[in-house]
T-cell receptor, first 115, second 110 residues
C-alpha cells in the first residue's frame, strides 16, 4: 500500500497566482481530510469529505479556497488568488471509517510558499 | 480552533530515560488519539484511547485518560534517539472530526 499521496511536495508561487494541491487517498478509505499546519495556528482542519461528498467546510478560511473530490481516488485543494499568509504545510489524510473513531492516515504534505 | 493543549511545549532527555507528555482538553470526548510527527513528515497515528478506558499500552507507549480532569498523558519508556519528534494529542467528539493540540517537541539525545 503506497499510503496517502500528495503532490507537489513543494510549491513556490507568487502572490495572486492560482495554486492547486492534489491528494490520492488510500484505496477503500471513505473519508478524506484537508489540514493546514502553521507555527502560529498549529494543525487546522479545512474541509473533509465522506464518500466524495463535502461534509464540513467550516474551516476553509476564505472564498479563495475551494476543494473538490471528483472520485474516490482523487481530491484537489485550490487557492485562487494566493496570498503570502497562505504559506503553510497542507496535509491530506484519509480514514477507512468514521474519521474520528479511527486513526487517520496522513500524506507527506505539500509545503506552500507564497512570495 | 485547538481543543488540546500539550505540556510541556518542548522536552529534552537522554536516551534510556522516560518521556512524559500531557494533554488537556475542554469539552466531552468520544476518544483521544496520539500522533507523532517527524520533522518534514506527515503525522503518524500512535494510539487511541476511548472515553471509557483509563489506560492503554502499546509497546513502549503508555497512555492514560482522566475524563474527570479532561486530561491525558503519553509516556514513552526507555526512549531512543529515533523517538525525537513532535507529539500531538487529538480529541474526537461524536462528529467525524479530530481536533489537534499544540504539540510537544521531544528531543532525545544519544
Amino acid at each position: 500500500d503506497a499510503g496517502v499521496i500528495q503532490s507537489p511536495r513543494h510549491e513556490v508561487t507568487e502572490m495572486g497566482q492560482e495554486v492547486t494541491l492534489r491528494c490520492k487517498p488510500i484505496s477503500g478509505h471513505d473519508y478524506l481530510f484537508w489540514y493546514r499546519q502553521t507555527m502560529m495556528r498549529g494543525l487546522e482542519l479545512l474541509i473533509y469529505f465522506n464518500n466524495n461528498v463535502p461534509i464540513d467546510d467550516s474551516g476553509m478560511p476564505e472564498d479563495r479556497f475551494s476543494a473538490k473530490m471528483p472520485n474516490a481516488s482523487f481530491s484537489t485543494l485550490k487557492i485562487q488568488p494566493s496570498e503570502p499568509r497562505d504559506s503553510a504545510v497542507y496535509f491530506c489524510a484519509s480514514s477507512p471509517q468514521r474519521g474520528s473513531y479511527n486513526e487517520q492516515f496522513f500524506g507527506p504534505g505539500t509545503r506552500l510558499t507564497v512570495l | 480552533s485547538q481543543q488540546g493543549e500539550e505540556d510541556p511545549q518542548a522536552l529534552s532527555i537522554q536516551e534510556g530515560e522516560n518521556a512524559t507528555m500531557n494533554c488537556s482538553y475542554k469539552t466531552s470526548i468520544n476518544n483521544l488519539q496520539w500522533y507523532r510527527q517527524n520533522s518534514g513528515r506527515g503525522l503518524v497515528h500512535l494510539i487511541l484511547i476511548r472515553s471509557n478506558e483509563r489506560e492503554k499500552h502499546s509497546g513502549r507507549l503508555r497512555v492514560t485518560l482522566d475524563t474527570s480532569k479532561k486530561s491525558s498523558s503519553l509516556l514513552i519508556t526507555a526512549s531512543r534517539a529515533a523517538d525525537t519528534a513532535s507529539y500531538f494529542c487529538a480529541t474526537a467528539d461524536n462528529t467525524d472530526k479530530l481536533i489537534f493540540g499544540t504539540g510537544t517537541r521531544l528531543q532525545v539525545f544519544p
